[in-house]
């Protein structure tokens, strides 16, 4: 039973989507973007880091109130407005906030100045660099208020031609959601290295149609979105949750095999399914091994598990690949 609910849970969270700058779904999370070129950006004696391409991790939200849930973004969103807020600051070695900005306010001055206060309370992990934690300047971003409802459109069907190659993979579209509720000026962002894929997704973007947006001060607006669609013969819908039961070796082994010629330069270890599982096995070991050693035992026999799965698919294609899985030692 304790596999079982570890199994649904990691597939559950397999769905979800995490935002980029402007997704439909709202992000307090420090943004993972290149930071403008500021030269000699200092912060207590000490060269902080503008670009955060030079750093091995971006810094990540620990703790700290959201913005977005404040009665005041609640108020607004029952009124049916929303407007994006942004931020920047500098990210201290310690992981605290110092000299936080708005870039983009809400037009409710108090509500600004509630968030600066709310920002400058937050603790996150340090971004790091040569292996050391390094302050940072970062981007935040969060959706104040109701983002609009979509009222047309969803999901594509992954295209039948994709499925016989083994295309498979996350496409980002950048777009605007007009007044009237459209999407305009949408391209392209960052491509699942499959034109199959890039262009469905594309063409399904393009004919999604939302609730009129307004922002908080009643006026009609519109936004810059980046919307993810993932595609995969186990993930109907775009998720695992619901795919992975029908999912079959022969799949399998098109798509994996396919990722490794379209990202050659990719670690085979970072293959989204092998991590979805081997993060589904480390909460089981956490669950069932009550010390150290029975935890690393567990963990250790799992590193040829994913290995025999895919040899046991080869061998046997029209197995479901939980069946594979399952049986391999």
Known sequence: MVRQAVWVALL???????????????????????????????????????????????????????????????AYAEQGRGQRVKAQAIVTREGAIAEPELLLGSGDTELDAKILEALAGWK???????????????????????????????????????????????????????????????????????????AAALEAVKGWRYAAPFDLQGEPASYDVVFALDFGQGKDGGSYLSGIETYRCEAFIKEYDWWRSAFPEADPDDYDLRKMLIGAEFLVAISKSGDTKGFKDRMERWNGKFAKTIEGCRKRPRKLFREEYRKAK
């Open 124 to 198: 996150l992990w340090a971004g790091r660099k040569d292996g050391e934690a390094v302050p940072s300047l970062a981007k935040f971003s969060w959706f104040i208020g109701k983002f609009p409802d979509r009222l047309e459109g969803g999901q594509p069907a992954m295209p039948e031609e994709a499925k016989a190659l083994g295309h498979h993979g996350a496409v980002r579209i950048a777009g605007t959601i007009m007044p009237d509720g459209s999407i305009g000026n949408a391209e392209v962002s960052a491509s699942s290295r499959s034109t199959i894929l890039d």
């Open 12 to 74: 559950a969270a397999s769905s979800l989507s995490f935002p980029v700058l402007a997704q439909e779904a709202p992000s307090s999370e420090p943004l993972s973007e290149a930071m403008p070129d500021t030269e000699s950006l200092r912060y207590d004696d000490e060269v902080v880091v503008t670009e955060l391409s030079l750093l091995e991790t971006p810094p990540r939200y620990r703790s700290g109130d959201d913005p977005a849930e404040f009665p005041e973004a609640k």
